[in-house]
């Protein structure tokens, strides 16, 4: 079988460089303003009437009335306003997670998130009903449809570590220094008596031991155990704190995590189960499982979820010091991985988790699986409308390492100021992004073969070319037309310097290929005549304003496996 590569060098080329750079002056200018593009306000029609021609086929879906053809390509409202307004360079390329609670479950505040850049909606399985979720899913699946974002939607399982019960439906509960608490196996009515907490660990009173330390959400506030009666444990306050609902907790003797019995946990709990069956028949496009300890599980999970669905991505959550052990092999089990600092800083010393991040974040670059990096990024956040400087800085650096994607929780789920929140990251991200570009200080990671077959060997070498050319050429756009993917993230997986259109045929790729570093994905059909296809593209994408005459691209695709780079014409 041939495997051409195509190198089509235009002879125009000279000329249309300074056109690029034209083009790029776009990007110069981006007051705050810009962050709310004034046309995301108004209904999606409106917005469609100012570009021009829908003669040319560009419809964004779902304006209300129906289009009379089928759309012929698909961006989110966000990306083309990025695009628009900024040039192809300044876009932003690391991805926004914000965890949905009662801060940011209504329509509107969705939507607000939504403009604000939001990626992926997580909703966190230890909190809320059925029905409050199934509303949340319902929100941003509304939004989609009516107002042209493509926000996925991931699911996060509770997991089955030890954790609080819900205080008895208090949002919270001070615990002050030198207070003795009773943490209980016990069921109560509700609501509990004072200074009670439950426990969802049959086995806690047994196990716990006098003298031990008792740490919840990882050290927020610390407990000693100072008596056991039965199935109640009096605990003595030595590090006052917020109490939340189902906070986790771990104890400590002699200075190291007692982990034996909880070891015994399963991974996935039967509320799980219950969980995923609820995801998978939700549609939800992300699962993402809590204390992830093994691959074996991993692998468990992917063939049940197989057999009832094919557009579902399992992201290990990597919390535990059994996921650490086994990094690689859950890694690579997985089709992408989550750095949960809150719960891993409370199984290994706060101190070891900085180098924990960044080598959860190489090694999932090498293997090419998204990584988020997630918990406390700007956790005074929930209460103050500014950040620290420290957690500016603790950003700057996953933005540096160049993670995937951020993650807020309490920030966007049950804090005060979520949409200011999700600026503060993407402000931070799109500086630090762009200082590190400017400056070329991106060390070169050295990115290991990870083809299984040859066919996928030529695609990988493809995209690594094709994304060493870009930087040298100094492209505006690297696009990419895949079927499944992967073609697009193993070019995310290069980190180049131009942003990475990828054209994909099924609106379930394009919504998970939202999590992946650089990527813009759009929906468009296409053929194998690559041809037709770029010409195609080039029309649809000038006639919405989002490429220029004379912009240079490199394409590449997974059916034609070819590097074609392009002035556009
Ligand atoms: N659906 C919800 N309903 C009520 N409160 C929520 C909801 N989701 C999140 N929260 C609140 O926001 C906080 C942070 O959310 P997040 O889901 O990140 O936390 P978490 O429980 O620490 O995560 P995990 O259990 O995955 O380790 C929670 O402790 C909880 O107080
Ligand atoms: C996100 C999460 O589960 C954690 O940080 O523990
Ligand atoms: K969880
Ligand atoms: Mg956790």
């Known amino acids: 079988m041939a495997q051409a590569l195509h190198f089509t060098i235009p002879l125009s080329h000279t000329t249309s460089r300074s056109v690029c750079k034209l083009s790029s002056l776009r990007t110069s200018v981006s007051p705050f303003l810009r962050r709310y593009p004034i ?13 021009g021609s829908p003669s040319a086929g560009v419809l964004i879906s779902g304006n209300g009335s129906p289009p009379a053809e089928p759309p012929t390509i698909e961006v989110d409202a966000v990306s083309e306003a990025e695009l628009k307004e900024n040039g192809f360079r300044s876009t932003r390329r690391t991805k926004l997670v914000c965890t949905i609670g009662p801060a940011s479950c209504g329509f509107d505040q969705l939507e607000a ?13 230890c909190h809320g009903t059925r029905e409050w979720h199934r509303m949340v899913i319902n929100h941003v699946r509304r939004l989609n449809e009516e ?77 000693e155990v100072i008596e056991k009666i039965g199935p109640d444990v009096k605990c003595l306050c030595t590090d006052p704190g917020l109490l939340l609902p189902r906070a986790n907790l771990t104890f400590w003797r002699n200075g190291s995590l007692v982990r034996e019995r909880n070891a015994m946990l399963p991974t996935i709990s039967s509320k799980d189960w219950l969980d995923i069956d609820f995801g998978i028949a939700e549609g939800v496009d992300f699962i993402a499982i809590s204390f992830v300890k093994s691959a074996e599980v991993i692998n468990h999970l992917k063939s049940y979820i197989a057999a009832r669905s094919q557009d579902i991505s399992l992201i290990a959550k990597i919390e535990s ?34 180098a924990a991040q960044q080598k959860i974040v190489q090694v999932c670059r090498q293997l090419n699986k998204p990584v988020i990096v997630a918990s406390q990024l700007l956790e005074s956040m929930i209460e103050y409308p500014t950040p ?76 690594n070319s094709a994304a060493k050319m870009a930087n040298n050429l100094e492209v505006d756009a690297l696009f990419v037309y895949t079927k499944t993917g992967h073609m697009a993230s193993l070019l995310s ?28 994905p759009f929906r468009l059909g296409f053929s194998d005549d690559m041809e037709s296809n770029l010409n195609r593209t080039f029309s649809l994408l000038k006639a919405r304003g989002m490429i220029q005459s004379g912009d240079l691209v490199i394409a590449v695709s997974d059916m034609l496996q070819s590097v074609q780079v392009i002035n556009v014409p």
């Open 113 to 125: 998130l939504a403009v604000g850049g939001m990626n992926v909606a997580r909703i966190n399985m």
């Open 493 to 520: 997986r290069c980190r180049p310097d131009c942003p990475i259109f990828a054209f994909t045929t099924s609106t379930s790729v394009r919504r998970r290929l939202n999590l992946q570093w650089g990527l813009i």
């Open 147 to 223: 107002k042209g974002f493509a926000v996925a939607i991931m699911m996060d399982t509770e997991g089955s570590e030890i954790h609080m019960g819900d205080l008895g439906g208090a949002a919270s509960a001070k615990a002050e220094d030198g207070e003795v608490w009773t943490f209980s196996v016990r069921a109560f009515d509700s609501p509990l008596p004072d200074r009670t907490i439950t426990v969802n660990y049959d086995g806690f009173a047994e196990d716990v031991k006098v003298g031990d330390e008792l740490l919840v959400d990882g050290g927020m506030v610390r407990f």
């Open 388 to 463: 620290t400087r420290a957690e500016v800085a603790d950003v700057s650096e996953a933005v540096r390492q160049r993670s995937d994607a951020l993650m807020l929780s309490g920030e966007s789920a049950m804090g005060q100021y979520p949409d200011k929140a999700l600026t503060v990251l993407r402000g931070v991200s799109l500086r630090i992004e762009k200082w590190w570009r400017e400056e070329k200080r991106h060390e070169v990671m050295e990115l290991p073969g990870i083809a299984s077959s040859f066919a996928d060997r030529i695609s990988e070498e493809i995209c």
């Open 321 to 354: 010091v059994d996921s650490l052990k086994n990094l690689e092999e859950i890694v690579l089990a997985s089709d992408g991985a989550m750095v949960a600092r809150g719960d891993l800083g409370a199984q290994i010393p706060l101190e070891q988790v900085p």
């Open 39 to 51: 046309s995301l306000r108004r209904p999606i029609s409106a917005v469609q009437s100012d570009l």
